[in-house]
């Protein structure tokens, strides 16, 4: 007896869902920067911002997990962000070995001026879906992000 064949998606169907997904985080990029122009950061230094306003310092691992960054994107981001003097990197006072970084008061009120704004804006979008409709697509990209684990 044969073996079953496996099922294999139409390539058409994937490129689509790759599309869907791609146009949908550009959008999102998009908006977001158009925001954040006004405070000359970008998406992915405005993500390292907000999530260092979440504790008082972490290290590069933490910061990149925290902000969705890699760690290789995370240096030059934090390159530029020192260099307008938003963040300060200081040594581990547990392990020297280990680099912390942490808000500066010019960050801390850069963070106090985005935030409100970003998360207003972004919700003004998501309000035009129903609480049921966000709740599915939630739960779906959730489903989508464990099957790429």
């Known amino acids: 007896m044969p073996l079953p064949q496996p099922i294999r998606p ?75 003097g938003l963040i300060r990197r200081a040594p581990s006072r547990k392990d020297r070995r280990m680099m912390l970084i942490e808000l500066t008061d010019s960050g801390a009120n850069i963070l106090a001026e985005i935030e409100p704004d970003r998360t207003l804006a972004l919700a003004r979008r998501l309000d035009r879906l129903d609480t049921r409709r966000q709740t599915t697509i939630v739960d779906a990209l959730k489903e989508l992000r464990h099957v790429f684990r």
């Open 10 to 84: 139409e390539p058409s169907s994937v490129a689509t869902v790759v599309r869907e997904l791609t146009s949908a985080y550009r959008a999102l990029q998009s908006c977001e920067a158009h925001h954040l122009r006004r405070h000359d950061l970008t998406p992915a230094q405005a993500d390292v911002i907000c999530a260092l306003g979440s504790y008082h310092a972490m290290s590069c691992r933490e910061l990149a997990e925290s902000a969705l960054v890699s760690r290789g994107s995370l240096s030059g981001i934090l390159e530029r962000l020192e260099r307008r």
